[in-house]
């Protein structure tokens, strides 16, 4: 209990001190050793997971006072943040943030106040396999981010020297996030979920707005009102559940949904719905898209550790809910998930092939595969779960990695866009080959991200939905477009090029160098988080429904697993055998024609001499951004009525 506790107060702690601190020197120290001790809890959590096992907290009479008391003072916070967020809708005249707020929060308090009061939640927190994972997550890449921030906000300072100095608002509102992020992970009480929930919602507003420029407010208001609605949909969910099933845990809404799939159909929709929102799927996936005007950190932080992550996680959470069963051939809530995280996963791999500035790459890269892992959590199968989970992990610290990778290079070469980062392994070559591990380990056999989509496919065929099955294998087709292009531009060497790589600030190496790290030993040490954690996991919370050796069924392979570690292993190890033999022979730089003294033109046909230049083709003509997200958000709303509609028909003839 206090180990969890901790984890969620102890970021608390360093981001109020932080507000108060305005030294570089102290604000350093501050960050560093808050992040080790956040990162050391996390781990610390981890090995006590192992050894005692799973754990739920029996609330007994000692922690039931306490529990009335956060309870009390959530709802005293909710009511707080719901008239600010009225208050600045109004000044910066965003009215429908203002009705929103108006709207979920007295619902919320009306419930608490009437039937909510009267429900037992016999476990508020708890933690299992899925919240280890998230745990080492937040806590190991969410705090390399925050250290990262450091060196990258002193630039960013630099950069905007008649802006006022707000760094301390900024790291405040980095470690609420990371608190709020364990709330997330660790509460089985659903009220206490959608406090922390909304206190994500609420610090992805205020980072996203932090430059205070009108595009920066107009995304950030785009922010609150989509992820608003989300909330809005988690509020209504609570109140459904609470009033007919007597109910207010997350665990509780999965055991019922085992036996009496459509007691509960309409809150899993519901649930389902404010996850699609708080995951940036289609049609709410403007809004990350609109947090690039963030600085880099930010963008980091929302992308792999935190926000996002938080609606993938409750829809993983929720899904052994759905489940197929004899009762329920087909779960309304599953169809919503898989059928939105398929066409977004589509739709936005293609929009990204369109796209030369690295951080809309990135960012249409993860609204897609946060799509890929709705789908997957959507088919109820044990199969897809594996395949959810570890597309997280994976995702999580190659993301951070490359956004990170992305902001070190704008700072130093003046842009973040793909076609301006000719010769980066001339100008930066330690940043250029961190960047190449990247985009390697995003899409390329055998590393994990791989091997994960592989696994989402063997799992989306047993799902028997061929329209599903063939969005994933052209969306996974479409993949090797944007990134083939981006690794052939890191990849390119151009002669003449100074080193520039010194100005890069220490604590941004340390934390490149700690992501590169962690993205080798995930696509070595994969196996070891299969079967120590996922097949866990999986186990605990299907062993009732199917039989274990259903289970297995569903699951990769243990030799196949091991297979591709030893591939990873290989690949990484080899080159080392040859540093340093042989000797270097230099041949001549071939151009289009024949190349002059410095190697940066040549002499064409015409006898004319021609500055040479490397350009991809984004085939904007074919996968334009505007069409791609047109097409997207048509067809998810579609989805989204009908499934709506559907749940709201059975309510009508008295089915739920």
Not at 102 to 113: D, I
Not at 242 to 266: K, P, W
Not at 590 to 607: E, H, I, T
């Amino acid at each position: 209990m206090s180990i969890v506790f901790s984890l969620i107060l102890l970021p608390v702690v360093v981001a109020v001190a932080l507000l108060l601190i305005r030294g570089d020197q102290a604000r350093g120290v501050l960050v560093v050793a808050g992040s080790i001790l956040i990162g050391a809890l996390s781990i610390y959590l981890t090995v006590r997971f192992f050894i005692s096992g799973s754990a739920n907290f029996n609330l007994n009479e000692n922690y039931e006072a306490l529990a009335e008391f956060v309870g009390y003072a959530m709802m005293a916070i909710e009511i707080v943040l719901a008239v600010v967020i009225f208050a600045l809708g109004i000044k910066y005249k965003k009215y429908l943030a203002s009705l929103l707020a108006v709207l979920q929060t007295p619902l919320m308090v009306w419930f608490e106040f009437s039937a909510g009061k009267d429900i037992e939640v016999e476990h508020a927190l708890y933690y299992d396999q899925l919240s280890i994972i998230m745990a080492l997550i937040i806590g190991i890449i969410g705090t390399l981010i925050c250290v990262y921030a450091l060196g990258y906000m002193k630039d960013f300072q630099h950069h905007h020297p008649d802006e006022p100095d707000r760094r301390p608002w900024f790291f405040f509102l980095l470690f609420l996030f990371l608190a709020a992020m364990y709330g997330i992970v660790f509460s089985n009480n659903l009220v206490w979920l959608y406090f922390f929930w909304e206190i994500t919602t609420l610090c992805s507003f205020f980072l996203i707005g932090f430059t205070k420029t009108k595009e920066a407010v107009n995304n950030s208001f785009r922010a609150l009102i989509m992820n608003l609605f989300g909330g809005l949909g988690f509020v209504l969910a609570i109140i459904l559940l609470g009033r007919d099933s007597g109910t207010l845990e997350l665990s509780g809404l999965v055991q019922i949904a085992a036996v009496y799939t459509s007691q509960v159909a309409a809150p899993l929709v519901l649930l389902v719905f404010a996850g699609i929102t708080k995951a940036a799927q289609m049609p709410f996936n403007s809004w990350l898209l609109g947090a690039m005007v963030a600085p880099t950190p930010t963008s980091a932080l929302l992308h792999s550790s935190t926000m996002v992550k938080a609606g993938v996680f409750l829809i993983l959470k929720l899904s052994p809910a759905f489940l197929p069963t004899s009762s329920a051939p087909v779960s309304a809530a599953g169809t919503l998930a898989m059928m939105v995280g398929a066409i977004t996963f589509l739709m936005a791999s293609c929009a990204a092939i369109s796209q030369s500035n690295a951080k809309r790459v990135l960012a249409y890269s993860t609204v897609a595969n946060l799509g890929l892992i709705v789908t997957c959590a959507g088919t109820g199968m044990p199969g897809g779960i594996w395949a959810a989970t570890m597309l997280i992990i994976f995702h999580a610290v190659t993301k951070s990695l490359l956004f990170l990778c992305v902001g070190t290079a704008e700072h130093n070469i003046g842009s973040r866009d793909i076609e301006d980062m000719d010769g980066l392994f001339g100008r930066m070559p330690r940043l250029a080959l961190f960047m190449v591990i990247g985009i390697a380990a995003m899409f390329l056999a055998p590393f994990g991200m791989l091997v994960s989509k592989w696994a989402a496919l063997e799992s989306l065929i047993y799902s028997s939905n061929p329209l599903i099955l063939l969005m994933v294998v052209f969306g996974s087709s479409v993949t090797v477009f944007y990134w083939g292009k981006w690794l052939g531009k890191m990849l390119a060497i151009v002669a003449k090029r100074d080193n520039i790589q010194q100005s890069v600030h220490k604590e941004e190496w340390a934390s490149l160098g700690s992501l590169v790290a962690l993205v080798i030993a995930a696509c070595i040490t994969f196996p070891a988080f299969s079967q120590k954690l996922v097949v866990p996991f999986i186990v605990s919370v299907y062993g009732g429904m199917v039989p274990l050796e259903s289970i297995q069924f569903f699951l990769l392979g243990t030799e196949n697993l091991y297979i591709m570690m030893i591939m990873v292993a290989v690949i990484i190890l080899l080159p080392l055998l040859f540093l340093g033999k042989g000797r270097k022979k230099l041949a001549p730089i071939y151009l289009a024609g024949a190349g002059l003294d410095d190697n940066l033109k040549f002499m064409g046909s015409m006898q004319k001499e021609t500055e040479f230049s490397l350009r991809n083709w984004y085939m904007e003509g074919y996968f334009a951004e505007k069409r791609m997200n047109l097409i997207g958000i048509i067809a998810t709303v579609l989805v989204i009525v009908y499934v709506f509609a559907s749940v709201l028909a059975v309510a009508l003839r008295g089915g739920v």
